[in-house]
Structure formats: C-alpha cells, structure tokens
C-alpha cells in the first residue's frame, strides 16, 4: 500500500452518499474533519450525492452508501461507513 508520508503527496479522495440520510451527513462531516486535522492543504476531496447523479456510481462500483475512495496515491482503496472509526480511516487511506 502507498503512504502519505511525503510531505509533497497529495490525497485525492471521492466521497459517494445518498443525499441527506444521517450516515451520509456524519461521513461527510468526518471527512472533511480528517482531512483538515491530518492532510491540511494537500487532500483534495469530492463529494458525490448518488440521488443527483445515480450514475457515477457504476464507473466506481458502488453499491452501498457513504463510500469513500482513495483515488491518489495509487492503488485505489475504498471503505465503506460514516467514517467515525478515524485511525481506521487513516489506515485505509495509507497514513496510519
């Protein structure tokens, strides 16, 4: 798995949800969080709401909402919940 450990590397991550649902919103709000405590001005991080564009799921195979893909730096990898378990976060994304 790649690390974030250099100070140059930036995380390019995509977040899919299903509009407002409570999950969606607690996954939104870690993320932004997370990323701002551990990746400040290096992470870039979209938010995609499968109930206005239900068809960018099918490129990335996601099934189930909220989804979070680490698009950079490669390999892809992706976790699945609200994301409230931070130091798994981190590990999935590589800087754990």
Same mark, same amino acid.
């Given at each position: 798995?790649?690390?974030l450990g250099t100070a140059g590397a930036?995380?390019? &991550? =995509?977040?899919?949800?299903a509009g407002a649902a409570p !999950? @969606?919103? #607690?996954?939104? *709000? !870690? *993320? #932004?969080?997370?990323?701002e405590a551990h990746f400040p001005a290096r992470h870039e991080l979209e938010i995609?709401?499968?109930?206005?564009?239900?068809r960018r799921a099918l490129a990335d195979g996601i099934i189930v909402t909220p989804?979070?893909? =680490?698009?950079?730096? @490669?390999?892809?990898? #992706?976790?699945?919940g609200n994301l @409230?378990?931070?130091k798994q976060v981190l590990l999935? &994304? /590589? *800087? /754990?």
């Open positions: 798995m790649a690390t930036k995380l390019v &991550l =995509r977040l899919y949800v !999950n @969606s919103l #607690r996954a939104i *709000a !870690n *993320a #932004r969080a997370i990323c995609v709401d499968l109930l206005e564009h239900p989804t979070l893909l =680490r698009l950079q730096p @490669s390999p892809v990898s #992706r976790m699945i @409230s378990d931070t999935t &994304l /590589g *800087a /754990g």
